[in-house]
């Protein structure tokens, strides 16, 4: 990914994509004291930026460190990016790190760096798997509690559980993987929030120990628009029997319908075909955002 042609916005200048390097002795690289954003350019508007940039900073907080740069700076950081890509659709990546002066654990004097980058990115799954419903194994790995990580930043850190869930699913020849939290209730998968439909309202479990993606809130808001139910609640492995459509949001995925999760069989429904089109009407600015 590191040869390329293309520009990456790192501190403030904009480099070669070929010379946007860190040192081996950096902090984040040994200690994953690193946070990172996934958004997405329609139409070349990015959208819902200001949520994206605000949760970097906010990611970044969690983990004891501050940027120096406003939200409003790295909203135009993105922009900058952006139009210099040239792409009218594109995947962006903003990413913070706490920088080599100090290799010991406690932090010292790293100072934070940040990083934007931007690439072309169809859909994240096939599109012939996105219209018949992914199948998910169920991870071996699980959702650590909010006492054990600060699992609401979107910190580097909390990956490693993801990659590694994601690494397993696939050698099984699944598409991706349905992960519980540390209780055993059902949580998210490796990169996306999970929803279920049973009797025409939506279920999704009460985010309070992973992300609660931006695409999960405009979800949930795009159903209510529409006037269908929205439960946030928890939700065990023994629900999933009874649901008759689930699907994924996340910027990245986008809107994913799924087929199966572990032994559990979904069907591709008409909540999950319309809340699908609603997003991609709302991301290219068909309809309007508030
Ligand atoms: N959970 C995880 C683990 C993710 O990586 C993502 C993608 N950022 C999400 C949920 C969905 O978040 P969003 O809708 O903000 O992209």
């Given at each position: 990914f590191d040869d390329r042609d293309g520009l990456i916005w790192l501190d403030g200048k904009m480099v070669d994509w070929r010379d946007a390097k860190v040192h081996v002795l950096t902090h984040a690289l040994h200690y994953a004291s690193?946070?990172?954003e996934g958004q997405r350019a329609y139409n070349k508007r990015i959208f819902k930026l200001n949520e994206h940039s605000e949760r970097l900073r906010n990611s970044a907080s969690l983990l004891g460190f501050e940027l120096p740069w406003s939200v409003e700076e790295i909203n135009a950081a993105c922009i900058e990016v952006l139009e210099a890509s040239g792409f009218t659709d594109a995947y962006m990546r903003p990413v913070a790190w706490r920088g080599s002066e100090s290799m010991g654990v406690a932090p010292g004097k790293t100072r934070p760096h940040l990083a934007?980058?931007?690439?072309?990115?169809?859909?994240?799954?096939?599109?012939?798997?996105?219209?018949n419903g992914i199948r998910l194994d169920i991870a071996p790995w699980r959702r650590p509690a909010p006492y054990t990580a600060p699992?609401?930043?979107?910190a580097s850190g909390l990956y490693m559980i993801c990659t590694l869930s994601k690494q397993h699913a696939e050698a099984r020849g699944f598409n991706d993987a349905l992960m519980?939290?540390?209780?055993?209730?059902v949580a998210e998968a490796t990169g996306a929030n999970a929803f279920f439909v049973r009797d025409n309202?939506?279920?999704?479990?009460?985010?309070d120990c992973f992300l609660d993606g931006i695409t999960r809130r405009t979800v949930i808001d795009l159903a209510q628009r529409r006037g269908i139910e929205v439960q946030e609640r928890p939700i065990w492995p023994e629900e999933l029997e009874s649901f008759e459509q689930m699907f994924l949001t996340g910027t990245a995925v986008e809107i994913t319908p799924v087929q199966s999760a572990g032994p559990w069989n979904f069907e591709v429904g008409d909540i999950t075909r319309q809340l699908s089109k609603d997003y991609d009407d709302l991301v290219n600015g068909r309809i309007p955002n508030d």
């Open positions: 690193s946070v990172f934007i980058a931007a690439w072309e990115w169809g859909k994240y799954y096939d599109p012939r798997l996105s219209e699992t609401a930043s979107k519980f939290d540390w209780r055993g209730r309202v939506l279920h999704t479990p009460t985010p």
